[in-house]
């Protein structure tokens, strides 16, 4: 019995925190994509926001990246406090009329979720990919968000989630970063974000004016715009 | 320090009694911990063994057109859950000679032909809810299998094997091994299949007497007297049963007997209760804090425990995990 522990080898205690919160950033992506109501999925967002900057965090004690603990307080403090709190301003003048805007049945959705994430996972378990900072795996699993947070604005017919889809695949995209260039210029770094805050500051517009028109958040009322 | 050391043969009697002699309590310790939770006095913690006696003391009827069939299924079921606790830890930490005869998969195998013969008797009453109550559980049945199996691959991943003896040993080794995320994933994703497994919400009210929610507990509406009785402990002994693979195997496989002496053997039993309780207080709590889930909704909850399970399996894929 000890002759076959002994070829299980555990992987350390940092790359198990970093790939626990990589799972986590991944599972929130998917409770995204399955929760009716917009205000726990900016709710999640939030959380994922939170997991992806203490990954920053960890990335940067493990590194001695300083910079890396600026962007990480910065996106804490945009990601998590600030558009959270826009998006729920927005939607505290819009009902909760979008209770049933999946476009699939909640399991085929996850089904499809759990297909699509799989092969993100084995596109990168093929690519010859060793980082020091993070284990692959973190990569493999930012894939799988990327491609999830696309199925989330695809299958869900309503603005809210077509917003959080865009910003939570910005999640996936920084947490691709910090695998792959986590000694990035700060200034870069900050762009990002600067960046998602002007796409906040637009789908925050195109929200009211969608919901100003067609008195709902569904983007199947632009169907009609058909000619 | 010398004591009475147990011969393999001994200990692997005294894992099958432990379930025999302690599942109705521990069902009863959950039904009161739940009924304080809802502010209730609720029943004696002793109840379930008064019920299953008084069911003995009573006479067995039997539908006009059923077979030898409805009263062979709970005696067919009631071995099946003996013979599970031969395969799993009950209370040694080191593999026992019987352990070898069955994986994870046997022993799922031995409780699903538990499940289809009482399925079969049920559906063979006529009865409109036991048939009812068979089809959904064969329904249900086969969509929480898909999770059942990637809980499993995991372990084989992990372990090399698929023993559960060995997955608990490995969780043992280290702190590391124990808080790696494939792992976490694999155990809460074995947390949601017992939860559906024994008809907690939110797949089933078990305490319900509405028969439309009913999936597990209908198919025995059919039964009475001794039958009923083995049938009721039977479902007791299959809690108990995965509870045993849940915590020993999964979540905490510490405080079981590193040794073949008679003491730590018999600590074994009281610690597993405590560890029992513990879990036991953690469903009670579920089954306060959610509602059930429509019939039709019960895919989303199997989806959400496959997710968890086929991630687990993905993480391991990448070496990690």
């Excluded at chain 1, 555990?10 to 409770?31: C, G, M, W």
Aim: aromatic share 8%; net charge neutral; charged share 15%.
């Amino acid at each position: 019995m000890e002759s076959l522990l002994a070829a299980v080898t555990a992987p350390s205690a940092v790359t198990d925190a970093a790939e626990t919160v990589a799972i986590l950033v991944l599972l929130s992506e998917f409770a995204m994509l399955r929760s009716a109501l917009s205000r726990s999925q900016v709710n999640l967002y939030a959380f994922q926001s939170l997991a992806v900057a203490a990954l920053a965090f960890i990335v940067a004690a493990e590194r001695h990246v300083n910079d890396l603990f600026v962007l990480g307080s910065l996106s804490l403090l945009l990601k998590v406090v600030i558009v959270p709190a826009i998006l729920s301003r927005v939607l505290r003048e819009a009902p909760d009329d979008v209770a049933g805007s999946h476009r699939l049945g909640v399991a085929s959705m996850v089904m499809s979720a759990i297909v699509l994430s799989g092969f993100g996972i084995f596109v990168i378990g093929t690519m010859p990919i060793h980082s020091k900072l993070l284990p692959v795996l973190a990569l493999a699993i930012a894939a799988a968000v990327i491609l999830v947070a696309f199925l989330l604005v695809i299958v869900r017919s309503d603005v809210v989630s077509q917003a959080i889809g865009f910003f939570s695949l910005e999640n996936g995209v920084s947490l691709a970063g910090y695998v792959l260039a986590a000694g990035l210029p700060l200034i870069a770094e900050v762009a990002f974000l600067f960046d998602l805050l002007v796409a906040v500051v637009v789908f925050g517009v195109l929200m009211r004016v969608h919901h100003g028109r067609s008195a709902s958040l569904s983007t199947r009322a632009l169907e009609k715009l058909r000619g | 320090m010398s004591g009475v050391e147990l011969a393999p043969a001994e200990i692997q009697v005294l894992q099958d009694l432990t379930i025999l002699v302690f599942a109705p309590l521990l069902s009863g310790a959950i039904a009161k911990i739940e009924s304080r939770l809802q502010g209730r006095r609720g029943p004696r913690v002793l109840q379930p063994y008064y019920d299953i006696a008084k069911l003995f003391r009573k006479e067995t009827l039997v539908p006009e057109d059923s077979s030898f069939v409805f009263l062979a299924a709970p005696v067919v079921a009631f071995v099946c859950y003996l013979t599970v606790p031969l395969l799993i830890p009950v209370l040694t930490s080191f593999p026992l000679p019987l352990g070898y005869m069955g994986d994870i998969l046997g022993g799922g195998f031995v409780l699903a032909l538990a499940g289809f013969s009482v399925a079969l008797a049920a559906a063979e009453t006529g009865g409109p809810y036991a048939q009812l109550g068979s089809s959904r559980a064969m329904t249900f049945g086969a969509l929480i299998e898909p999770s059942i199996l990637f809980v499993t691959f995991t372990v084989a991943l992990v372990t090399g094997t698929d023993l559960p003896y060995f997955e608990a040993a490995a969780v043992r080794s280290s702190l590391s091994q124990a808080v790696r995320p494939a792992h976490l994933l694999a155990a809460f994703a074995f947390f949601l299949v017992v939860l559906a497994d024994t008809g907690r919400i939110p797949v089933e009210t078990h305490v319900s007497t509405l028969e439309f929610g009913m999936i597990d507990e209908a198919r025995t509406l059919e039964h009475s007297g001794p039958a009923l009785a083995l049938l009721k402990w039977g479902s007791t002994m299959k809690q108990m049963v995965l509870y045993v693979i849940l915590i020993n195997v999964f979540i905490a496989p510490w405080g079981l007997a590193g040794s073949r002496q008679l003491g730590p053997v018999l600590l074994a039993i009281p610690a597993f209760l405590a560890k029992a309780l513990g879990v036991g207080t953690i469903f009670a709590v579920i089954d306060n804090a959610f509602s059930k889930l429509r019939l039709f909704k019960i895919t989303e909850f199997m989806a959400a425990a496959f997710l968890l399970a086929a991630l687990a399996v993905l993480v391991l894929y990448l070496g990690g995990g």
